[in-house]
């Protein structure tokens, strides 16, 4: 699904459809305006229904704990290295200790690459962010043994102020139609760089296709939600419309009543 396309348009609605062909003075919006109005509150459904599902102070944590998660398991303490290598060689996890307490992080290396330890093959050293790669599985071992706590713990709040990109796509494809975006939260709508874009076509067909070119959508969103988000959206602009059809129908039916009087 990556470079997901999503259209909106004004399908479901045929009630206003015929009574913006035969009466469009009664609504005082064209159909363009309408689908405009449909696809930016689309891409906020959209956004809501990314992960972490949802707009809550809840769903930001649940994100930020799997970034912490994500970092975490790609970079190792070396307590963690001790510890796994006392599985396998509790001579070597002591001389690799001795080594790690006294900063001689080299011959710490060494000893657990001459170690039968799985982990025989990490480097031990400062944390290259290259090794970080999203949406490693659970299990698997990490890329590198970090030297310094605080600079693992200062890359997870790094990364962790990323939270809501992918949601930032979608409100970026809606901001890119013009007017206002409604009902996102500003977690979501803080990543100015999140690739979202929108095609609009003009004229009695017209329609709005929100374009998010993330290149792991495919991770964090999923057909059943972009359907729920579309059918959402769908349903919130049927009941603004006949909300406004009513108003309409109730002045309509007040200017008859005094005339009629």
Do not use: C
Request: no cysteine.
């Amino acid at each position: 699904m990556s470079n997901v396309h999503i259209t909106a348009k004004l399908d479901g609605t045929a009630d206003v459809v015929r009574l913006l062909r035969r009466h469009p003075e009664k609504i005082g919006r064209t159909a363009e305006s309408l689908v405009k109005q449909e696809a930016r509150g689309l891409s906020v459904e959209l956004a809501r229904n990314t992960r972490p599902f949802g707009f809550s102070d809840k769903a930001r944590k649940i994100g930020e704990d799997a970034v912490a998660k994500d970092i975490s398991g790609v970079f190792a303490l070396p307590s963690d290295a001790y510890e796994e290598l006392r599985k396998s060689d509790p001579q070597a996890a002591d001389r690799y200790w001795a080594n790690i307490q006294n900063r001689r992080f080299k011959r710490a290396e060494n000893n657990l690459r001459q170690s039968s330890s799985g982990w025989n093959d990490l480097a031990v050293g400062r944390l290259d962010p290259n090794l970080h790669q999203w949406g490693q599985l659970g299990g698997e071992k990490p890329k590198q043994v970090v030297t310094s706590p605080k600079a693992r713990e200062t890359y997870i709040a790094k990364i962790q102020k990323r939270v809501g990109f992918a949601k930032g796509s979608w409100i970026n494809a809606g901001k890119s139609i013009g007017g206002r975006i409604r009902g996102a939260v500003q977690w979501a709508t803080r990543h100015k760089q999140a690739p979202g874009s929108a095609v609009i076509k003009t004229g009695d067909k017209a329609s709005v296709t929100l374009v998010n070119k993330l290149d792991y959508i495919d991770d964090v969103t999923t057909y059943k939600t972009v359907s729920l988000a579309l059918e959402v959206a769908a349903g919130r602009l049927r009941k603004a419309l006949a909300t406004s059809l009513r108003k309409i129908n109730d002045r309509t039916n007040r200017a008859l009543g005094r005339r009629a009087g």
